[in-house]
Structure formats: C-alpha cells, structure tokens
Nanobody, 117 residues
C-alpha cells in the first residue's frame, strides 16, 4: 500500500509561482513512475508530467517549459514547480504513483491551485 499526500496549492495571481509537494509513504518499490495530473472544473483530468524512479522526466506539450518536476529522495517527496501561472492553470492537482511490476496505481487527495487577479 502507498499513501500520497499533496500540498502547496493556494490562490496566486497570474504570473506568480507555486511549488506543489507530494509526500509518498508505504510500500514503494522500483521501478515506478510518478505523475502530476490536474483537473479543472468541467474538464477531464489531464497529465501534466511524469518522473520515473530513475529520475527521467517527461511533460505534456502545454507545459511549454513552465512546469518542472523534481524529487527529494531523502524526504520521499516529489515536487511540481509552476512558474508564470495562468488563469487556465486553475485546477485540482493530483499526484499518482504506478508500479511497473504488478501495475498497482495510487492517487493522492489533490491540492487546489487557483490563479486569479
């Protein structure tokens, strides 16, 4: 079993920055991939980006360099740094972990990001 807890969301003005955190605990074993997703009201949940247990990152096209996924291995935490926030970035941001062996997938509860002036 794996537990994921997102934090760091909030209200920010357009052009601002946020760093979201995802603290992972439980039975985590390599190889795995972790992803950040977001879901805006009335829209489908969409992938923002992923990071593998080996540290390889991939991003959706809409990121356009504004989003960066990083990790702190000592803290069992992955981060999503978002710069130059736009109103269309407003969404609940979710963390996901999937084990390659067995295919089990886990979700956090989400953290709200609201971009508004």
């Amino acid at each position: 079993q794996v537990q994921l807890v997102e934090s760091g969301g909030g209200l920010v003005q357009p052009g601002g920055s946020l760093r979201l955190s995802c603290a992972a605990s439980g039975n985590i074993f390599s190889p795995y991939v972790m992803g950040w997703y977001r879901q805006a009201p009335g829209k489908q949940r969409e992938l923002v980006g992923t990071i593998t247990s080996g540290g390889k990152t991939n991003y959706a096209d809409f990121v356009e360099g504004r989003f960066t996924i990083a990790r702190d291995n000592a803290a069992n935490t992955v981060y999503l740094q978002i710069n130059s926030l736009k109103p269309e970035d407003t969404a609940v941001y979710y963390c996901n972990l999937r084990h390659y062996v067995g295919g089990a997938s886990y979700w956090g509860q989400g953290t709200q990001v609201t971009v508004s002036s």
